[in-house]
């Protein structure tokens, strides 16, 4: 069984870089039938896609956020990683990663809350 | 980057049935059949329900169905039962490259 987890360090001060890394088990990171992505969940807000991933490094991006996103992939670890820059309290949020295929995202990590506060 | 419209709640009565809503335009929804729909309960993840406009993962009941008219998506559920009580959202590919999701709607089971 597929399984993510987020990992993350809970507290980001503004203006600083919020770094988030998904371990993926169950299943290689390098299937060639999937993208890995990163979607957010403000508190008592709706879904927001941030940016995806392909095992090879190809990449696509939420241009609302303005080129402060920055996605790749490590194989040999089956992981991949997000970078947010430049935060500010706006960006406090449950952070979501998940699996998709043809834009359908059917596995999904628990979640990681990320608080940016200074 | 402005999401999809979906009503804020709905509601209805044990066994009953509903429609959730999604309006997009000819970029997203209209164009493309990579329209999903996804339940989440409170402090969990969201769970696919729907993908590629009407089709059912494995293990999800037939109780839910999804559809689509020009760029409205919609999604159903038959025989309401306590446990549909959460917030669903609708997702779909936008050109180019891009997804973009609802703004959720929350439904209560009377």
Redesign the interface.
Same mark, same amino acid.
């Not at chain 1, 709706?46 to 896609?49: F, N, P, S, V, Y």
């Not at chain 1, 043809?102 to 059917?106: G, I, L, Q």
């Not at chain 1, 999904?108 to 979640?111: A, L, S």
């Given at each position: 069984q597929l399984q993510l987890q987020e990992s993350g360090p809970g507290l980001v001060k503004p203006p600083e870089t919020l770094s988030l890394t998904c371990t993926v088990s169950g299943g290689s990171i390098s299937s060639r039938s999937y993208y890995w /992505?990163w979607?957010r969940q403000p508190p008592g807000k /709706?879904?927001?896609?941030i940016a995806?991933i392909y095992y090879s490094g190809n990449t @696509?991006n939420?241009?609302?956020l303005k080129g402060r996103v920055t996605i790749s992939v490590d194989t040999s670890k089956n992981q991949f990683s997000l970078k947010l820059s430049s935060v500010t309290a706006a960006d406090t949020a449950v952070y979501?990663c998940a699996r998709h295929g043809?834009?359908? @995202?059917?596995y999904? /990590?628990? /979640?990681t809350l990320i608080t940016v506060s200074s | 980057q402005s999401a999809l419209t979906q009503p804020a709640s709905v509601s209805g009565s044990p066994g009953q049935s509903i429609t959730i809503s999604c309006t997009g335009t000819s970029s997203d929804v209209g164009d493309y059949n990579y329209v999903s729909w996804y339940q989440q309960h409170p402090g969990k993840a969201p769970k696919l329900m729907i993908y590629e406009v009407s089709n059912r993962p494995s293990g999800i009941s037939n109780r839910f169905s999804g559809s689509k008219s020009g760029n409205t998506a919609s999604l159903t559920i038959s025989g309401l039962q306590a446990e549909d009580e959460a917030d669903y959202y609708c997702s779909s590919y936008r050109s180019t490259n891009t997804q973009v999701f609802g703004g959720g709607t929350k439904l209560t089971v009377l």
């Open positions: /992505g979607i /709706g879904l927001e896609w995806s @696509f939420n241009p609302s979501y043809k834009w359908t @995202f059917d999904w /990590g628990q /979640g | -």
